[in-house]
């Protein structure tokens, strides 16, 4: 089939209320498809609880009633045949809602009380978010955008899910949380963030230190498991137009390992949440001013006796009938500037925003 008619299957996936999930892994040519052909995924309230799972793992940020751990079941790997003259009997027409972003301003408000924390000594590192909520314009394709994602960025993991717990996201991501064949396993560390305009990139001592927050954490976790991982980086890598520094971890799991167990040991990580752990997620819970839901959760497939690609949820886009909200965020310590912040999320914002238009 060609990609027109795959988007159109998709769209009408979405119209079904259907439980799958499409995404097309880094470097890679051709996507990928799960889908779930009878009764509603299986939803868990622990991430712990994915320990003998297999299927489509979708988790959020923070597990809520409203925002469950799911598993779309793979009863289906191919595109299904469905009646795409569907689609152009509904048409999705706007209305007078108000669309929301928060500006400069209002934004410099959360910064300062993130800072404060930062500047005390309190917290090492907080990541601070922001939303944007946009009218989705008739005609716009949650199918085409998918394509439209992997073309642009194919060194990314780039994916399409609904379920009718979760609604519909699309998103493309250059972070893994936990990917494995058999015995061989792999994180990374993926913090410091520049938008250059040559292949020259020079890293300055906040992001070196970001960096090396993230990579000395999944260290300890790792280690709390008798991990010693093959360590390589920090280097550059580029996502879309930006670049960022990441560092490697393979190592060896010799036994059949319980994936629930270690995702829970390392979700989510200072480059999503901060440091201290703990303290750092309690406070992005009552001080940021939105849900985060599946946005910097974790998704891909989990198979540990086949292969796993699990990946930190960034970049990404909440798709709802009449409007999309768009998630980003940056990395916060006591040395960060609020002029630099507020560019690294435009410019990450970008990311989505190229594909819809």
């Known amino acids: 089939m060609t990609e027109q008619q795959n988007s159109r299957i998709l769209d009408v996936l979405i119209e079904q209320n259907a439980s799958f999930a499409t995404f097309r892994l880094p470097y890679e040519s051709t996507h990928r498809f799960v889908m779930q052909t009878s009764g509603l995924p299986s939803i868990f ?8 799972q297999q299927g489509f793992v ?16 793979p009863d289906r790997t191919t595109f299904p045949d469905v009646d795409v003259s569907l689609l152009n009997k509904r048409q999705h027409k706007t209305n007078s809602k108000t669309y929301s972003s928060k500006d400069k301003t209002a934004y410099s408000l959360l910064f300062n009380r993130f800072l404060a924390p930062l500047t005390s000594g309190e917290m090492k590192k907080l990541v601070l978010s922001r939303s944007k909520t946009i009218r989705r314009e008739d005609g716009f394709s949650p199918g085409c955008a998918f394509f439209n994602a992997t073309e642009k960025y194919p060194h990314s993991y780039v994916y399409l899910f609904h379920t009718p717990q979760s609604g519909t996201w699309l998103g493309s991501t250059p972070e893994i949380l936990l990917t494995g064949v058999k015995d061989e396993w792999h994180t990374m560390a993926l913090a410091g963030t520049r938008y250059p305009n040559s292949d020259a990139v020079t890293w300055d001592d906040k992001n070196l230190r970001e960096q090396h927050l ?5 260290l300890k976790q790792l280690s709390s498991f008798h991990i010693t991982p093959e360590i390589n980086g920090p280097y550059t890598v580029n996502a879309g137009h930006l670049a960022h520094l990441r560092t490697d971890f393979n190592f060896i799991l010799p036994e059949i390992p319980k994936p629930g167990t270690l995702l829970k040991a390392l979700h989510p990580t200072p480059a999503i949440s901060g440091l201290p752990k703990e303290e750092a997620y309690r406070f992005i819970q009552e001080n940021e001013e939105h849900d985060r839901l599946y946005y910097a959760g974790f998704l891909g497939m989990l198979d540990t006796r086949g292969e796993t690609d699990l990946y930190v949820n960034l970049r990404c886009m909440h798709i709802e009938r009449k409007s999309l909200t768009l998630f980003a965020g940056s990395g916060l310590l006591a040395s960060s500037s ?3 912040e507020w560019e690294e ?3 990450k914002l970008e990311i989505m925003l190229n594909i819809i238009y």
């Open 45 to 52: 309230e622990d991430i712990e609880a994915l320990n003998g």
């Open 345 to 347: 999320t435009e410019h």
């Open 338 to 340: 609020l002029d630099d």
């Open 214 to 218: 993230v990579t000395s954490y999944l």
């Open 58 to 73: 979708i988790a959020p940020f923070r597990t809520t009633a409203t925002s469950p751990v799911i598993v779309i079941r």
